[in-house]
């Protein structure tokens, strides 16, 4: 059996991650002693034998609705969004001062063309303002895209509000980089688990995993509750073209 807490999993994070895992797998009685951190992303939501993992909106509705099952929707209680639902935030270096247009002509850092916080809502925001990156930058990671912004190798990028959120408490990114725009709230990251296990189960034992996380454990993972979201909010999520597609010049980080 698997189980992977992936998205939101950064170093000053994995203890809490683990504690969280092993109080969902005692609720249930049975599961994988330790979270999965060493398997590709996609090896693990299409594993037959996945207990609990968190996808993105975007591989959900682009290529594992159908393929999985949606145990429930986290709520982080992130400003400005609905219950269970986030946003993108732009940013760019602090002494930057071009706005979102200006900064449209030179690098825009995402994590990956299947992400919907770094590439569909920024571009899909960008788009409804007749804007365009002139040049795009895959770093593999939000992290990394924002440290590509800092360190200079490019203009701007779009991270998740959370990850925004945890990287202005956990790294000195926050002291580099400004926000500069968000993005409309979508659906934030479901909790997935394969067609042959109960869904209703898992996440009355992620409900109650929540509850009993300690006030520092829920403080680091900003996790309030899990809310219950049709996937069909998340396929109605306009998912724009790839960055093959999207026009603009492209390269690959190197750190």
Request: charged share 15%.
């Amino acid at each position: 059996m698997i189980a992977m807490l992936g998205m939101y999993d950064m170093p000053s994070l994995q203890a809490a991650n683990d504690r969280f895992w092993g109080l969902i797998r005692a609720e249930l009685g049975s599961g994988p002693q330790t979270l999965t951190r060493d398997k590709d992303v996609w090896e693990v939501w299409r594993a037959p034998n996945l207990v609990l993992a968190q996808t993105c909106g975007m591989p959900f509705r682009t290529r594992l609705h159908g393929h999985v099952q949606l145990v429930g929707t986290p709520d982080y209680g992130l400003p400005g969004c609905p219950p269970g639902y986030y946003c993108s935030v732009f940013v760019a270096r602090h002494d930057d001062d071009r706005d979102l247009a200006g900064l449209s002509t030179g690098v825009f850092a995402y994590n990956e063309g299947l992400s919907q916080s770094g590439w569909a809502a920024p571009i899909t925001h960008m788009a409804q303002a007749n804007l365009r990156p002139a040049g795009l930058l895959e770093t593999g990671g939000h992290a990394l895209s924002a440290q590509a912004v800092a360190d200079g190798k490019a203009d701007f990028a779009a991270l998740d509000i959370l990850t925004w959120l945890m990287l202005q408490q956990h790294t000195n990114l926050g002291t580099k980089l400004r926000e500069l725009a968000r993005t409309t709230p979508t659906p934030t990251l479901p909790y997935i688990t394969s067609m042959g296990r109960n869904p209703q189960v898992i996440a009355g034992a992620v409900r109650t995993a929540i509850d009993q996380l300690c006030d520092d454990d829920q403080r680091l993972l900003h996790i309030r509750g899990l809310i219950d979201i049709p996937a069909a909010h998340y396929l109605a999520v306009p998912t724009p073209p790839s960055p093959e597609d999207s026009g603009s010049a492209t390269a690959r980080f190197v750190d």
